[in-house]
């Protein structure tokens, strides 16, 4: 009776054979009890949690970001503690040297402190990224990572010198990123045998005196950053011999002297930035003729000369910065063959005389700054310039002394964003005005409220019409509501009044419409609460009455953007009296529709341009905007 009942059970017992070693293999394999430790160790002394460890768990190899493989003894290794952006607060302590089998450590963009380089002792470790914490202390010859191929600990607050050889030890370092922290003093013998080194990041500290005479020895250099920092004397003609450079950055040091005539052996440099230093004397000739370079960035220095790029050699040139030196014009019409360049700035130079005609050839051209170059006949250059197809910002600032604006110009810019002329010098975006803006250009400022300058490519300017901060007077054109692209309109902070156009609200793109400290009176449209975009809205410090309206976005504006009006009320603000319709003021004088009214809009003094990438959808309107201050001064 019994026996089928055993012989039944018998495969389950003899399954259970199998599987038990496997089951045993399986426990065996678990997380080495030295890792676990370690991890314990590290969880328990930083001040935050570390999400998703569960320390109870033995399986150290299933928290987040650990990662284990085989190794010759019998249980797993941690070889992976990858814990970046996980808000992680507090000490990292020495039980981490238990994870002696550990190739990656990456604790990046955390809130970490305490000095780590005790911990800088990983027989096995081949990848260290530590960047953007709060670590501190100074890196010394106790370093002991033979294994190191990419060492990061950019962006924290590691100090002292850099004089000692890295690569007695650590041969194979391929990626060393020691910038943003506050290094100082002569980096002497650092690379001593540095053979393997390929990308070095020195830029954000506080190093002085000449380059390391080592550093200029290593063949598979890629990326030299070295700028920011306080670098000295005549830029190290050696350089010449790093055959590998891809990137040179020497912005922002202390450099004098010429630029050494060096490019002709970089033949792979791609980019050279020399921003703000002392150089002096002319471009040198294998520079001019380069033809890997890119980017070319000399600006704020003390260079001379003709701007003599030979854009038959320079096949590649899509950028050239010149802003701020001492070079001399005219404007050579050989540039007309760059054919790649797309941003040429400049600004700042003594060039003079015309726009060459065959600039209009310049077809991949999106930003141009000829700005305080003392250029003349703007009717020319405007009319060369609209050739250019793909121009998308023109800044023509402080030149064209004493020159009218032209009559009846029958323009055709297609892509145009951004048009500064003569002494509009505050058409800004995110409150970085044009001066700021064309020395770097193409970047601009944005996001003010993030701690640093944050910077973006101009590329992705939304359709901005920015002028506030001058002094214009006048109502609003009620066409301005035909900008239908536009997404930031900022007029604050001029001198306008009148009444807000309901019209605004056929700017259905609009994100952004900032009216504040200006003059304008009566009730704000009910029609605003259509822009269903609307996320930044301000209209305080004006003489605005009435009940705000209600609905769509205006639920969610504070009442900060619209304080400063005295009679103003609604939700957002303070409450209107019940039973008393608000009766707005009425109306100033609005100035009729001739030409001549209209020029006083934006009237004054200025002659400007504007504006656009909506111009295409509103063709006529920068037209417009351009003709309006032809005949002030009449
Ligand atoms: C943590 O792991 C232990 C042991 O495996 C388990 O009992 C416990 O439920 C786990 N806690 C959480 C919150 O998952
Ligand atoms: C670990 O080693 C075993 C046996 O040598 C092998 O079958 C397995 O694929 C290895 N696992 C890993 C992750 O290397
Ligand atoms: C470290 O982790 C971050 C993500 O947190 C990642 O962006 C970064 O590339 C990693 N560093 C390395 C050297 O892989
Ligand atoms: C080092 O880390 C920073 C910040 O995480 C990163 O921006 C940088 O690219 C890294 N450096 C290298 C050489 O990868
Ligand atoms: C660099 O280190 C060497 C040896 O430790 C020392 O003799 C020398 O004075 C140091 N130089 C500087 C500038 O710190
Ligand atoms: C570094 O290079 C020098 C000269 O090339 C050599 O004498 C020395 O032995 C090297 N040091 C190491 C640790 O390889
Ligand atoms: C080194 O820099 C070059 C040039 O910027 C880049 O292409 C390469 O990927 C970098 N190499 C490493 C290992 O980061
Ligand atoms: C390095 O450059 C200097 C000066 O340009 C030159 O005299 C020297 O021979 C070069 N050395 C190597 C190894 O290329
Ligand atoms: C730059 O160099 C000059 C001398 O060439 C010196 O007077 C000045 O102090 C240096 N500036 C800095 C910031 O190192
Ligand atoms: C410009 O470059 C071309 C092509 O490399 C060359 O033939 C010509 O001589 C160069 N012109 C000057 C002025 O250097
Ligand atoms: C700029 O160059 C002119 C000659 O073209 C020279 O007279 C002047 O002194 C230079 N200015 C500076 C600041 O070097
Ligand atoms: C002009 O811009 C367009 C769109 O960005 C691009 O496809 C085209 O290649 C540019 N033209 C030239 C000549 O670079």
Redesign the pocket.
Known sequence: MDIPEISSSLPFIRLLSILYPLILSCKVLACNPNDLTALRGLAGCLESDIGGWNVSNYDCCSWTGVTCANSTSSSLRVVGLELGSNRLYGTVCESLLGLDELKTLNLSNNFLQGSPTRFFLFQNLEILDLSSNDFAGSLSASIWLPSITSFNISHNHFSGSLNFSLCDISTNIQVLDVSNNNFNGEALTFFQNCTSLQNVSFNGNSLSGALPANL??LQNLQRLHLQDNQFSGQLD??I??LSSLVELDVSNNNFTGNIPD?FGSLGKLEYFTATSNKFSGKLPNSLVNSPSLVKVVLSRNLLSGPINFNCSSMVRLSTLNLVGNNFSGPLPDSLFSCKTLTAFNLARNNIGGEIPNNFRNLQALKYLSLSNTSISNISLALQILQNCKNLTMLILAHNFDQEEMPDNLDLQFKSLKALTLTKLQSLIYNNVSVERLVPEFPLVKTRQNVSGLQYIAIDSLPPTLDLSNNRLTGPILPSLGDLRQLHVLDLSHNQFFGTIPGSLSGMKSLETLELAYNKFSGEIPQSLVQLSFLSKFSVAFNQLSGEIPTGGQFMTFPGSSFEGNSGLCGTNLKPCNVGRTPSPPPPPPQPGSSDDDKMEIFGLNFAIGVVSGFLASAPCCFTCLFKLPRRHGN
Do not use: F
């Open positions: 200029l020895q003609d050696r010449g011999n060096m």
